[in-house]
């Protein structure tokens, strides 16, 4: 009796795991580029039928295609989960769900199902890929709008070889939830859905395709100032961003420009939307926030620079790409100095490196829920020829900085009148720009002003 008793234990040891606790959610993220155990046979599906989670806060869970984070989102079970079997995933707000692996396949088509949670309004969502292990995310198609009390299906034609892995990010009001089951990717080579009811992403470019890594849009270095405490940085292939949580705006945006950026796509949004890769705990600002506030919402990076893809349009109406400025400035001269930054590009076939962001008061006025309102919005502009870098810059380097009060009256003014040095603004930001640069070479340029 004794040794059927030990033999009892001894099962139950080695069915939870050598910790003596179940695998059915972990604390701490698995290696970047861990691999879906179900996956390598094949066409993959999580049915989220295994895994527990019961709060909304972010957390790893081990479900039985491997781990995900699930951010703002919990497993449900209850009659208003919308569910192909007895569990789905509920994502709340601008929740989302995230692969933690690769899928080593590749990826034809994806499908996923999708409902409204109970009673709630429904929201819209967008599926997003990466095949680099999750640093840099591309968008899949169009976004999708759930509307129905019954699980919908989203079909979505990716066609991308080797390392894939998903994410879906929701973008709908705080109260709102949608319920997500039954993802499945088909192998790269299957034939695409007939009934795709999502638009496949745009087609690769060819040569002439800019340089998407985000280090390069932190060629001049990456600002720094005496306490990083409030510079949350975020890196995509459009742009660089440091993000200040306190003021719920970015500090400064770096980005690089040429022609080849430009392109026919337009404008993909009529609204702004809250950047779902901010961390949970950061607010994160809505379109809202704006209205009826007296000021624009003003692109840091302009959307007309970013209108090759769908993607990178896409990116410039998150609202951590944006500053509150007056229609004056924003429409005028502001607007003007981008243009001239274009025609650089464009008719004189320039590189550009630039660096933009807001000047603060001490006691800054706030719009929404503590928007910070800047007092002057400034631009650093270091001119190349056209695929130039780092080491081609020189004391005789074109280097044009500019600094604009955000103020009414300032719309018909020409943008050459605030002309300023990198070393003014500096002096006004605390940050350190183009430390990228030998010390001496950094003096001569960001001392002059620019003359022609």
């Known amino acids: ?38 996956a390598q046979q094949g066409d993959f599906i999580e049915d989220f039928e295994r895994g527990e989670k019961k709060g909304y806060a972010q957390a790893f869970v081990r479900l039985k295609s491997g781990q995900w984070m699930l951010d703002n989102a919990l497993i449900g079970q209850d009659d208003n989960d919308r569910k192909s079997g007895s569990q789905a995933v509920r994502v709340k707000g601008n929740g989302k769900l995230t692969m933690l692996f690769d899928v080593p396949n590749g990826a034809g088509v994806v499908s996923v199902k999708h409902g409204v949670y109970g009673r709630d309004a429904g929201g819209k969502w967008e599926l997003w890929r990466s095949v680099d292990g999750g ?7 169009a976004s999708v709008q759930s509307t129905s009390p019954t699980l919908q299906t989203a079909t979505f034609t990716l066609n991308v070889q080797g390392n894939v892995r998903l994410e879906i990010r929701c973008y709908q009001d705080e109260k709102s939830r949608l319920n997500f089951d039954d993802v499945s990717i088909a192998a790269f080579g299957q034939p695409a859905s007939p009934t795709s009811s999502v638009p496949s992403p745009s087609a690769s470019a060819s040569s002439s395709e800019p340089n998407r890594t985000a280090d390069h ?50 404008r993909t949004q009529t609204r702004f939307s809250p ?27 302009r959307s007309e620079e970013r209108t090759r893809t769908i993607e990178d349009n896409a990116a410039t109406f998150y609202m951590t790409n944006v500053l509150p400025q007056k229609p004056d400035l924003n429409q005028g001269v502001w607007n003007d100095f981008e243009k001239y930054c274009e025609e650089l590009c464009k008719r004189h076939n320039k590189e550009l490196f630039v660096i933009a962001g807001g000047i603060f008061e ?22 190349l020829e056209r695929g130039q870098g780092l080491k081609d810059i020189t004391a005789n380097t074109r280097v044009i900085a500019v600094d604009m009060p955000n103020i009414d009256g300032v719309r018909y003014d020409k943008w050459q009148k605030y002309k300023t040095t990198v070393r003014t603004l500096e002096n006004a930001t605390g940050y350190n720009f183009l430390s990228a ?3 001496a070479l950094q003096d001569a340029l960001e001392t002059k002003l620019d003359a022609e």
């Open 217 to 266: 849009h932190l060629t001049l270095g990456i600002p720094t100032d005496a306490d990083n405490s409030d510079d949350y940085i975020l890196k995509r292939p459009q742009y660089v961003l440091s993000y200040n949580r306190y003021r719920n705006t970015a500090n400064w945006v770096s980005w690089n420009l040429n022609a080849s950026w430009f392109g026919t796509t337009g």
């Open 437 to 439: 640069l030998p010390k």
């Open 362 to 383: 001490k006691n800054y006025r706030v719009i929404g829920k503590g928007v910070a309102v800047p007092k002057s919005t400034w631009k650093i502009v270091v001119v």
């Open 1 to 38: 009796m004794v040794r059927q008793i030990v033999c009892f234990f001894i099962a139950v040891f080695l069915a939870l795991g050598c910790s003596g606790k179940a695998p059915s959610a972990e604390k701490s993220a698995p290696p970047s580029h861990a691999v879906s155990d179900n």
């Open 135 to 141: 640093s840099t995310w591309a968008r899949c198609g």
């Open 275 to 301: 950047d779902p890769d901010l961390p949970a705990l950061f607010y994160r600002v809505t379109h809202d926030d704006y209205t009826g506030s007296g000021f624009d919402r003003g692109h840091i990076v």
